[in-house]
């Protein structure tokens, strides 16, 4: 596992290649101007529910795939504010969880087993007290593959429902954080900018802090 130092570091670059990528996407758009703010007004935010599940499929088939949870929150805060875009983050993460974890258990298991047997062994260890609150303090962590610990935990012994459901919850913060982050691009910029840096740096003090705990209450996984 990084250090926290280096974590802060990794994660401002992300919030700054973030907030960068928000105003080019708000001022020109991309692809020669066919995605930008008028085309997600036309086709997400205007559209009512269809627009939430339009971006639940392709947000939850992003992260199934291994983009990263926080660059999801952040398109969700931009497109849909920051309470909307928080809660559509989290299903749509959850979703992507969902899809990774059940083809890594169900279809891919010798070969994930092959591939990542030092971490399935450590994930064992790491989720036989208590799969529930292991995968949430997981998920508290502010960086890390979420793909290789859908993969790792889809062989594990790490309980299907427990797992999920940890994921869920434990995926609310740093959606919200990076939520706050995408609606600033067109709300009170300076403040909540300023104020989603502020909580990344309280959550990952946080989650390096309860990391460090249950390590030495137990065993460490995904190192």
Same mark, same amino acid.
């Given at each position: 596992? *990084?250090?926290?130092p ?5 994660? =401002?670059i !992300?919030?700054?290649v973030? +907030? @960068?990528? $928000? /105003? ?21 935010? *205007?559209n ?7 971006? =639940?499929? !392709?947000?939850?088939?992003? +992260? @199934?795939? $291994? /983009?990263?949870?926080?660059g ?13 875009g928080?809660l559509?983050?989290?299903i ?15 279809? @891919? ?11 399935i ?12 609150a ?15 610990t ?19 919850l ?6 919200f ?22 909580l ?16 030495r ?7």
């Amino acid at each position: 596992m *990084q250090s926290l130092p280096r974590t802060i570091i990794r994660g =401002l670059i !992300i919030i700054a290649v973030l +907030i @960068a990528a $928000g /105003f080019l996407l708000k001022k020109w758009g991309i692809g020669g101007g066919i995605l930008n703010e008028a085309w997600i007004d036309a086709n997400i935010r *205007q559209n009512g529910a269809s627009g939430g599940v339009m971006f =639940l499929a !392709i947000g939850g088939a992003f +992260i @199934a795939v $291994g /983009f990263p949870r926080q660059g999801v929150s952040f398109l969700a805060g931009f497109a849909f504010g920051l309470v909307t875009g928080t809660l559509l983050a989290v299903i749509a993460t959850t979703i992507g969880c969902i899809v990774t974890f059940s083809f890594s258990r169900f279809l @891919a298991r010798r070969w994930i087993a092959s591939k990542f047997s030092e971490r399935i062994a450590k994930a064992d260890d790491f989720f036989k007290a208590n799969t529930f609150a292991a995968t949430l303090l997981i998920r508290f962590l502010p960086l890390g593959s979420n793909l290789v610990t859908n993969l790792v935990a889809g062989v594990s012994k790490a309980g299907a429902v427990a797992f999920v459901g940890g994921s869920g919850l434990g995926y609310i913060p740093q959606s919200f954080i990076f939520a706050l982050l995408g609606s600033g691009i067109s709300l009170e910029p300076g403040l909540r900018i300023s104020l989603s840096v502020v909580l990344f740096l309280a959550s990952a003090a946080l989650g390096f802090y309860l990391y460090r705990k249950y390590r030495r209450e137990g065993s460490a996984a995904f190192d």
